[in-house]
Each structure stands twice: as structure tokens, then as C-alpha cells.
């Protein structure tokens, strides 16, 4: 029965196959996605607009910012939902548990760590703050925050992690970093403007408008990055225990 | 499409790219329907969603062209242009300007990139999800290959009420793979079908709790009676299992109504402590648990 | 010529870490085979200039994802049938 699963999949291969040979030549920048009038548009204006160097994370929290906002609330909820997925569930067939008992924490690891989780959340913090000017931005920095804190766990065990940062504390952090990011958005909208228009914010702050669309889109970007931090350690702490916090990985 | 020996020169050669992306879609794709654990088939979707994620930039791809991020001398802050051009001053001068046709051909597309970062994240948003039901299902039915949930599935659909209740009084023996399975399908059950599985139960929870009631007389004698015939009769040998009932124990002692219904319960999962301490649990949730000792 | 011949040999070895991936029976293995794949598309995304997307890649395909998926596994069957 499985078998007859390759004949779909073999035509929907034949027909993409088909229809690649109408694509443009790799790299031409004639493409139609490279030669669209809104492409060019963001290069050659994102410097007027908003002096950011980096289009992308421009882009991604100026230009498309509505897109960005509804980005954080879907992983918020995934977040969400793995919590009351795994919660009060059964617990696991113990066999497994007689091997991951009371291992110490091995001294190489531990010290290793320990000089290297510093580093790694100051670079995390380098990264969400030189989003605007190198790759990088709020989703890298938040993501690597957030690895930090895994590592924690990694190396002594979730109880420790758990002590800085309990899950409880994730879910608000969460909910705090979608409360500033639509916090900025209101804030635009009640100074005249659009949701989301950050250039408003030249009313209050002593920058001029484009500077406030560049400081705005940093705001936005810590925002995104706490969600995202609080969310990935929580996932962890969530998926390696089922849900009880205890024990694990 | 086979008429002239060039068409598939350009196909292998020149768009040799998009074949393979073809060839990436595909294994994701059909690892996703054909393969038989769960797991394996999450890794499909992933593949499927980074291969489509590659499609998405490689059309996206300007020869010759440089990353989406102002070079130096077009930088809007101005201030970090060479001094010594001539052309060169006078944009650094006049701050950030309007790129022209020219120079926009020398960078990259970034409308794909910001798309498909976004795609990135919703991936492994979804990747997380998926892996927590698939922890769900493993506690549910003991086991994440395809055919073997699907079949049991079918002999839940097909021994209806009265089997429910006879696996559940076979399964005395309390080896916890089997345990899990009969205390878990009106669990598991229990969500989908609330009616089928609140309905069977009871009787004979009925029939039996009275007995129950008259076996177990206090909290404290009964439960290291339990205790000791659980600890004796699992297979675990996990330090936490002895931990388990006692809590539950101590819990049951401090509830007033599902105590007699929790003491039978004082298995060495953590389903006792999950189901005495659920204060959402409803009452046909210990009631399916009591036939089982 | 030098860079198609990198394209061309990162994706063959994409198709190959794929194929991989799906084949082993150990799931431990096959996840860190996909960590493998995750960071061959990493590096292919910072070839064509995309570098954000390939830092997002890096971070979240070849670190959380791959964590995730251990951690997960850490609870189920190690050995799958297939």
C-alpha cells in the first residue's frame, strides 16, 4: 500500500520537472522576483526611509512589520500549546528512567560552561542590538539567548535551569515581549498615525522621523527577541520532561 | 518537451539547480507519506520545508551581486565614506540618497529573504508542536509506528464497551507497558468519546467500588499494603516509583471525595498522582481507573 | 565556474545527508544526520548571499531544532522500524 505512494509523488516530480524549464536562468537579474518594481523599491529607499544599512531587517520589521508581529504570537502560541499539550499527562513508561539517574555533573563540563555562558549571552545581545547594521536581528539573537539557557540545563541538569529561569517566568516574558512589540504599534496609533507607523514617534522623542522609525524598529526587535527566549527554553524544559519538569535530559 | 537534444541540455545543465530541488521536494514528500514512524516522518516535513525554503532564495539570486546590506560608501549615515574620492564626498556629504537603477542591480533581492525567515521560524514553531503530540501519542498507545496505532485503534473501535472492561480486568498484572495501555484508552478515549467511555465504566465501577470501599478501610494501612504489592509486581525498578504512590498516598489523604477512588490507584505511574491531584479531572475520570487494581 | 561547481557539490551532498536521514533506524542518528543537512543548507543560503536567512538557519535548524528532536527522542523508542 505504501508502494503505490511513489506514483503521486513521481507526478507531482514529473510535473515540477515540467515546469522548471520555463524558469529564468539562475542569477539573471532579469528574474521577474528580482525585476519587480517593489524589490527595487526597498534597495534604493531603505536608506532614505529609515537609515537602517541592513534591508532585510528593514524590511522585516518596518516595512512588513504587521507580518513580524503575527510571527511572534504563532511561535507564543506554539509555545502555548505544547505546554497544554504536555501538561498533567501521563507519566512515561519508566523503564527508560533507571539510566538517567544521578549522574554528577562532570567538572570539565561544568567549569567550561560556566566561562562560556557569559560570553554567549553577551553575543546574543550583540547580535539582536547589530541586527540593523549586520545579519543578524531579533529572531538570531533570541534563538541564541535562549541556547544559553538550554545549555544551562544541558550541562547540570533542568533543575538548575529551572531555578533561573522557571517556566512560569517564560510564559510572561513571552506574553511581554507581544505586549511591546504591539505596544509600539498602539503607541504609533494613538500619535495620529497608522498601527505600526513608527515614523509618529518623532512626536515624543527628540529624534527626527527617521531616526524614530530606526529606534522603533530596535524596540520591536527586543520584543521579538524575548519571546522568542522565553519560548525556546520552555519548549526544552517542556518536550524533555513531558510536561512534569523533572528529570529530563 | 523531448524534441530537440536541447531542451535537455538545458535542463541538466543550465537549470541542473531546480532538478535537484525537484529531487529534495520529493524524498520530503514521500517520507511523509510512506514512512512508518512518526518521527521519521516529522524529519520529511522538515526537509520538505527547507527545500522549498531554498527554492524560494535561490530565485531570488542576483549573479555578481553582494549581500543585502549598504556598502560603505551608500551607507545612509554617510559618515563612514572614503574622504579622498571626489565622485564619493558629495553623497557622503548629502547623507543618505535614492540608489539608482545601477546601483540597485548590485544587491541582492532581500524580499525572499524576508519571507522565507519568517518561514524559518513558523518551521520550527510547527517542528516543536508536532513533537509534543508525538509525546502525547506515545503515552497514549505505547508506541509511534504507524501500523501499530492504527491497529490498535481499530480493536478499540471494534471491541466496543464490554471488552474495554475485560482487557482492563486481564491486565492485573501490572507490567507498566500493559498498564499503560488499558489505563490510558479511557483516557485517551475518554477526550474523544466522553459518552462511550463515561457510560461502560461506571457500571462496573458501581459493582466494584462498594468492594473497594469495603476492602480498604483507612488511608494509611491500605496504601503501603498497595505500595508493597506494586512496588513488588512492577518490572521498573526506577527510584522514583516508590516515591510515586507514597506521594499519592499523602495526597489522596488530604482529599476528601476521591480518596477511596484514589487509594486503588496507587500504582507506581504517575498516574495517580496526575489523576488525584487533577482538580479538573471529572468524575468519570477516576471511575474508568477503578476496575483496574 | 568555481561557485557552480561548490552549488552543485553542496546539493548533491544535501541529497545525500537527506537520504540518509530518512534510511537509518536509529533516531538518534538520523537526527543528527538532519543537523548535518540543516547546516549544508546554512552554508549553501550564505553562498547565494542570503545571510540572514543562513544565520536564522544556523541557529534554529542546526541548534534548537536539532536539540529539540534529541530531547523528544530521549522519551520514545530510540529504534524505529523503518
Known sequence: ?249 | MFEDGSIINELFIERLNYLIYVVLLLIGLHAMIAKNNLIKKLIGMSIFQTAIILFYVSVGVKEGATIPIYLPEHDPHGSHASHSDGNETEQSNHGPVVLDAELVKGYSNPLPHVLMLTAIVVGVATLGLALALCLRIYQGYGTIEEDEILAKIEGQEMGTKPSVVVKSVDSSKPATSQSAKPASKPKGSSSPSPKRSKASPRTKAKATSPTTKAKTSGAKPVSPKRKAAASKSTTTGSKKSPAKPKTAASKSTTKAKPKPRAKPKAKPTARAKATSTAKKATASKPKPKTPKK | MGLELFNTLILLLLVVAALIALRVKDLLTASVVFAVYSFLMCLLWAEMGAVDVAFTEATVGAGISTVVMIATIFNLKRKSSD
Not at chain 1, 11 to 21: C, P, R, T
Open chain 1, 1 to 249: 500500500m505504501k508502494k503505490l505512494s511513489l506514483i503521486p509523488v513521481l507526478l507531482v516530480g514529473a510535473l515540477l520537472i515540467y515546469a522548471a524549464e520555463d524558469f529564468p536562468e539562475w542569477g539573471s537579474p532579469s528574474a521577474p522576483a528580482s525585476a519587480s518594481p517593489l524589490s527595487s523599491h526597498f534597495i534604493s529607499n531603505t536608506g532614505v526611509d529609515t537609515e537602517v544599512p541592513n534591508m532585510v531587517t528593514a524590511v522585516l520589521a518596518d516595512y512588513r512589520g504587521f507580518d513580524t508581529m503575527f510571527e511572534t504570537v504563532v511561535v507564543f502560541i506554539a509555545g502555548m500549546a505544547v505546554l497544554a499539550i504536555l501538561k498533567n499527562s501521563s507519566g512515561p513508561n519508566s523503564k527508560k528512567k533507571i539510566f538517567h539517574i544521578e549522574t554528577e555533573p562532570d567538572i570539565i563540563v561544568t567549569n567550561t560552561v560556566r566561562l562560556l555562558i557569559p560570553v554567549i549571552q553577551i553575543f546574543a545581545f550583540y547580535v539582536l542590538a547589530h541586527g540593523h547594521v549586520s545579519p543578524g536581528g531579533g529572531f538570531q539573537g533570541g534563538v541564541v539567548m535562549g541556547a544559553s539557557f538550554i545549555m544551562i540545563a544541558l550541562s547540570w541538569d533542568l533543575d538548575t535551569a529551572l531555578a533561573r529561569f522557571p517556566v512560569e517566568r517564560c510564559t510572561v516574558v513571552a506574553g511581554l515581549g507581544i505586549i511591546l512589540y504591539g505596544g509600539i504599534g498602539l503607541l504609533s496609533m494613538f500619535l495620529g498615525g497608522e498601527f505600526l507607523d513608527y515614523a509618529e514617534l518623532a512626536n515624543i522623542f527628540p529624534v527626527s522621523r527617521e531616526m524614530a522609525r530606526y529606534h522603533a524598529m530596535l524596540g520591536v526587535e527586543i520584543g521579538v527577541g524575548l519571546t522568542v527566549t522565553a519560548i525556546m527554553f520552555s519548549l526544552y524544559a517542556n518536550l524533555s520532561t513531558e510536561g512534569r519538569l523533572k528529570g529530563g535530559l
